[in-house]
């Protein structure tokens, strides 16, 4: 496969997000050049449980680096980024620098990553992965109710930003090679994170009129991850069917009757009732038992994996997702997706420190061409000549088709009146003050906004011509059904390349098209809970928790960056290619880190409740007023020696800080001893002074987010990332868009989401239908605009 051959990369970042943006252009064939400072990259020393390395490399830093080149940052940088495609940094330190670089080198495109994006009022502020998910909402709405909120464990920052930003880059550098117009790419790692952490709960709010925010927020899903007899299993229950067969499954009958416990909030209302009509159940079977008698049902269900169980979990090793570090000692994950049946080429081993120095040769892009005489490349969305059939639902592959359209793509959602997208159902919350209630899903509304929408019922000929019609004018098609469904209406690779041979068709199974798993369902919390998130995740006293949504948009991401590495293989090939991105896949590569630290260094990575590995003290902490009605979480991240001292010195010198010492290992081993006394600081002081004091002496902190608020977070409003979109059924709503800014790019939303066949008679007519034959459609059912 010729990938991304031709593409050079150079990568001057030195945490997560970046080095796993050029990890997945390194794995797709691009030259990826490490640039690192004489003292080495920050990641070659870092384990997370604190292993010794005897002066080797660090086991993550050589997933994060293989199949790359190394050279030291110093006099042959210039040369270097001269011939570059793509510049990727985490830090705004060289601002003017980049200017100069994009006046030098106008089909540059730079990638720039940081903690809040470099404009806005948080721009600069010093943050962690733990500061930046309770910054962007993340942590407010995760929790048992009346209990202390606690994170997403994993730095989940980094590894959905890392992966955001490579298909973004990548559609950039697309442009570019076309054109000749570079890009400046202002990624925010808060935006992502509400993104992806948050579950659109801010619109959800905006449908309601935007009552006040009240009390707090934090709940959890039920049944979710429950103890069995032999350890613990996970469910998701999303629909009402789903909920039904659960009940059925445990023996309760009579709860399906009665409807008692159908929806969330009744189940939440009566939690501790409720766990322990579940617990009968599961706590007297093993989790084997519980899993293979929900998939006879169809539920949603997992064992609870961590960096030991998924080595052996019989999906995985069937379709051999781990594999031996070229450089020996740990295993790894394989990219998550397949071109053709094909995975990408085997990693070559990480490089030693500027072991490519002086060696590397110089190199002019190639394709870079001048912009026309009417400057049009400047002014095109980099995929404004792409054309996509959007055959998905729910979340993971609806936001992979969003961030292809806020791109330029031209996207037309595909569903039914017979079976609308699932993600509509979450609408039902709002059947009490809208008649047409499938139109109010705010995860609906967010992940499809800015495309077009048709209903077709593809099980009827008609509806299947009609199908084909739109690929034979299309560039990919995508789905995220379980296999059974598409290949149900007789939809295959085969198929595909007989309506257009130029058409890729990507594939977003839950758990990939073979293996024993091949036809079982699957939603991100399903992925959380077998890839080792909700494992991580959660206090130390309770038990695993899923975090509530990633996975989601990390199997979109991968697929929508899967698909633009399709699309250069097309220019060479002058055909489609057959995609395929399994969910559960993406998950691992994101969780690697369990893996790694487990089988390069015998560590099994536990649960540390708001602790984290690589930060202490670390936590979240009450202020002064706190109560139930008006929450004043503070949360603290002390990474560095010198933020220590700052945190001591604003303490006031206290003797017991005094003969705890400043390393990061001395800080972690004394946190039982320091967290109680920042509580009675805390719980002394006003939070926002404490912020402000904190946030000036360079120490991470800040306050926890209610993530019904965010439309109006001031650094969100100064980065225009909620756009305003008028819908004919919740009228003008705050809606995210895009977690990054282009140079180029004013706002990514165009149009709101589209209501059901909103957009049948222009694309029909488009395809020449007549008025006539559109209305007999209609009168068919093969298309419709209301459920039924």
């Not at 009390?215 to 069995?228: A, D």
């Not at 023996?251 to 009665?258: E, F, Q, V, Y």
């Not at 400043?662 to 912020?691: K, M, N, W, Y």
């Not at 004013?746 to 034959?773: D, M």
């Amino acid at each position: 496969m010729h990938g991304l051959k031709e593409l050079r990369v150079i990568d001057a970042s030195g945490g997560i997000a970046g080095s796993y943006c050029s990890k997945l252009f390194a794995d797709a064939g691009a030259d990826v050049i490490l640039l690192e400072p004489a003292a080495g990259h920050p990641l070659r020393g870092w384990s997370a449980s604190g292993a010794e390395l005897g002066g080797e490399d660090a086991a993550l830093f050589r997933y994060l680096n293989a199949s790359k080149r190394s050279a030291t940052d110093g006099a042959d940088t210039g040369g270097l980024i001269a011939g570059a495609d793509l510049l990727i940094e985490d830090s705004d330190a060289r601002a003017s620098e980049r200017r100069a670089l994009r006046e030098r080198h106008p089909g540059l495109v730079i990638l720039t990553i940081t903690p809040f994006g470099i404009s806005g009022p948080l721009a600069g502020r010093p943050a962690t992965d733990f500061t930046i998910q309770a910054e962007s909402g993340s942590i407010g709405a995760r929790g048992r109710p009346g209990k202390e909120p606690y994170q997403a464990a994993g730095g989940i920052s980094g590894w959905t930003g890392g992966s955001f930003a490579a298909a973004a880059a990548l559609a950039a550098v697309r442009r570019a090679r076309a054109t000749g117009c570079g890009e400046h790419i202002d990624f925010s790692l808060h935006e992502v994170t509400a993104l992806v952490t948050n579950c659109y709960l801010d619109l959800m709010w905006g449908i309601l009129g935007r009552p006040p925010v009240v009390g707090s927020l934090p709940n959890l899903e039920t049944p979710s991850i429950e103890r069995t007899r032999d350890g613990f299993v996970g469910f998701t229950t999303y629909t009402a069917q789903q909920m039904s067969d659960f009940l059925l499954m445990i023996g309760r009958d009579d709860l399906r009757t009665s409807g008692e416990f159908d929806q969330f909030a009744q189940r939440l209302g009566r939690l501790d009732e409720w766990e322990k009509i579940v617990h009968a159940y599961t706590k007297s079977h093993t989790t084997d038992e519980i899993v293979a008698s929900a998939q006879l049902l169809r539920i949603p269900v997992a064992p609870i994996g961590n960096g030991r169980t998924v080595l052996e979990h019989e999906q995985l090793v069937a379709r051999g997702v781990f594999v031996q570090d070229p450089s020996g000692g740990f295993s790894r994950p394989l990219p998550p997706y397949r071109i053709d049946g094909q995975r990408p080429a085997p990693p070559r081993r990480a490089p030693r420190p500027g072991e490519h120095d002086g060696r590397i040769e110089p190199r002019e892009p190639a394709d870079r061409h001048r912009l026309g005489a009417d400057g049009s490349g400047a002014s095109k969305l980099p995929l404004a000549d792409v054309k996509i059939i959007d055959a998905t639902t729910w979340w993971a592959g609806p936001i992979a088709t969003q961030m292809l359209s806020m791109l330029g793509a031209d996207v037309i959602h595909v569903e039914s009146i017979q079976r609308v997208d699932g993600a509509r159902s979450v609408g039902g919350t709002f059947a009490a003050r809208h008649d047409a209630w499938w139109e109010c899903s705010f995860i609906f509304l967010s992940a499809n906004a800015n495309k077009r929408g048709i209903t077709l019922d593809l099980s009827q000929p008609k509806g299947l011509e009609i199908f084909a019609e739109l690929i034979g004018a299309a560039d990919a098609l995508v789905e995220n059904f379980s296999p059974r469904v598409m290949e149900g209406f007789g939809i295959s690779w085969e198929q595909v390349q007989q309506w257009n041979p130029r058409c890729h068709y990507v594939r977003m199974p839950a758990f990939g098209l073979d293996g024993p798993w091949r036809e079982n369902v699957g939603f991100a919390a399903t992925m959380e809970q077998m890839a080792g998130l909700s494992w991580l995740t959660g206090h130390v006293d309770d038990q695993p928790r899923i975090q509530r949504g990633p996975c989601d948009p990390l199997a979109g991401m991968h697929a929508a960056f899967a698909l633009l590495v399709a699309m250069a293989e097309r220019e060479h090939s002058g055909r489609g290619h057959f995609v395929e991105c399994a969910m559960l896949e993406a998950a691992l590569n994101v969780t690697a880190e369990q893996v790694i630290e487990y089988t390069a260094y015998g560590q099994l990575m536990e649960r540390q409740g708001n602790r984290s590995p690589d930060a202490a003290p670390q936590g979240l902490f009450a202020c002064r007023g706190h109560c139930a009605e008006s929450p004043q979480w503070l949360a603290l991240s002390v990474v560095s020696a010198s933020q220590w001292r700052a945190l001591v010195e604003w303490l006031g010198g206290p003797d017991w800080a005094a003969a705890i010492g400043s390393t990061l290992r001395e800080r972690r081993d004394h946190q039982h001893a320091i967290e109680p006394r920042l509580r009675g600081v805390f719980g002394e002081r006003d939070r926002e002074r404490c912020l402000a004091d904190l946030l000036a002496a360079g120490v991470p902190a800040a306050p926890v987010v209610d993530p019904r608020a965010l439309a109006s977070h001031p650094q969100f409003v100064a980065r225009g990332f909620l756009e305003e979109l008028e819908h004919p059924i919740v009228g003008r709503q705050a809606t995210m868009s895009a977690p990054f800014r282009f140079a180029s790019v004013e706002h990514w939303l165009e149009r709101a989401a589209p209501t059901l066949g909103q957009h049948n008679v222009e694309i029909l007519s488009g395809l020449g239908y007549s008025p006539i034959e559109i209305e007999q459609l209609a009168a068919e059912k093969v298309i419709g605009d209301w459920p039924g």
